[in-house]
């Protein structure tokens, strides 16, 4: 073999698949650009669906792409109702149903931190609920946490069924609360 020869492995690219999207009534995208630009510094590969995805049109791409990941974003306070739809639809499709989903960004018109609304978007089927006015690296946490595309591929059953109690393991889990996305205040200034 000539020394000046390139060499190439056959290791899988690090990283994951991630889909950022908002839902069919959220029309905003500086919140997809900022999460796609912070996923992608991450090493991560990011799809964008944009903004006013309709529920079909998500289920069917994420069925196409196959993501490690995918990403809910809501500006217009519309996020917590849209996404209890959205989550049954997602979960509804098996090839989707154990595909880590989390959702965040302004859920609702009356503020951030409501309990029941973050427990109720967990039951529903969310593996995280980062809403807004609370620190990036919650976030960036989780998405660490979250095992290598290639590791998850080898060990998801055939199936792809969902745990019982749609729980992440131990090692991948963050505190509830902590849990949220960044938002912008009225002056676009991320907080």
Not at 8 to 29: F, N
Not at 137 to 161: I, K, M
Request: glycine share 8%.
């Amino acid at each position: 073999m000539n020394q000046l020869e390139p060499q190439r492995g056959k290791a899988e690219p690090a990283g994951l698949d991630v889909v950022v999207t908002t839902m069919a009534s959220d029309s905003h995208t500086w919140n997809l650009v900022f999460l796609q630009l912070l996923l992608e510094e991450l090493g991560h590969r990011v799809t964008n669906l944009g903004a006013c995805v309709p529920d079909e049109l998500l289920v069917s791409e994420c069925r196409r792409i196959e993501p490690d990941l995918i990403v809910l974003s809501s500006v217009n306070g519309h996020g917590y109702h849209d996404g209890l739809r959205v989550i049954q639809a997602l979960r509804a499709c098996p090839e989707l149903a154990a595909t880590p989903t989390v959702i965040g960004g302004k859920l609702g018109i009356a503020g951030s931190g409501e309990p029941d609304r973050q427990r109720s978007l967990l039951a529903a089927g969310y593996d995280g609920v980062f809403e807004e006015g609370r620190s990036v690296a919650d976030f960036r946490s989780f998405v660490g946490a979250l095992p290598p595309a290639a590791s998850r591929a080898l060990s998801a059953p055939a199936d792809r069924a969902l745990p019982a109690d749609r729980a992440l393991p131990a090692d991948r889990a963050l505190p509830t609360a902590a849990r949220t996305l960044p938002t912008a205040s009225a002056s676009g200034v991320l907080r």
